[in-house]
């Protein structure tokens, strides 16, 4: 079995932070943090610790949004990262149009708010899910699917923040 070895001072400013926030967003991160734990990146589910915040070279928060805590805890999420200057990406999931008109509201208005206070926002309809996935796909199959397409948003965005780090 490998050593484990605790990362520098300066390795760990430089990490990536990922929080999955809202049903859709920490059933998402608990995957990834199985599938790519030797990344680099790091995982959090629900909310963040002060110390790991501060540590991160960048935060990214994944939400499901359209229930009643995903939209405030990522608001809160990217909120306290902005205070300590930490640059921010939410990765937003809106609900199936079948879960009902008030969970696509109050999904709307959380990314209103988010809108105004991230850094960057991309958008990802639970919808498209079930039109673009391959009709002989089961469900978990069409999710982990969409797992990989919303990992290759985080590992472009590991790969900015890896790129302005000077050496």
């Not at 070895?5 to 430089?14: A, D, F, L, W, Y």
């Not at 915040?53 to 949004?65: D, N, P």
């Not at 079948?98 to 999904?107: I, L, M, V, W, Y």
């Amino acid at each position: 079995m490998p050593s484990l070895k605790r990362p520098t001072i300066e390795e760990s400013k430089q990490s990536l932070l990922v929080i999955g926030v809202g049903g859709a967003g920490e059933a998402i991160v608990e995957r990834w943090a199985k599938t790519y734990a030797d990344t680099g990146v790091r995982f959090c589910v629900g909310l963040s610790e002060t110390a790991a915040m501060e540590r991160a070279a960048g935060v990214v928060v994944v939400v499901g949004l359209g229930g009643r805590a995903g939209g405030p805890r990522a608001l809160l999420e990217v909120t306290r990262a902005k205070a300590r200057s930490v640059p921010t990406t939410v990765l937003a999931i809106l609900p199936f149009t079948f879960e009902g008109r008030g969970r696509r509201r109050r999904a709307q208005e959380a990314l209103t708010a988010l809108q105004a206070a991230d850094d960057a926002l991309r958008v990802f309809e639970n919808d498209d899910l079930l039109c673009d996935s391959d009709e002989h796909l089961g469900l978990q199959e069409a999710y982990h699917a969409f797992d990989g397409q919303l990992w290759s948003n985080v590992e472009n965005i590991r790969q900015i923040h890896f790129s302005r780090v000077q050496y």
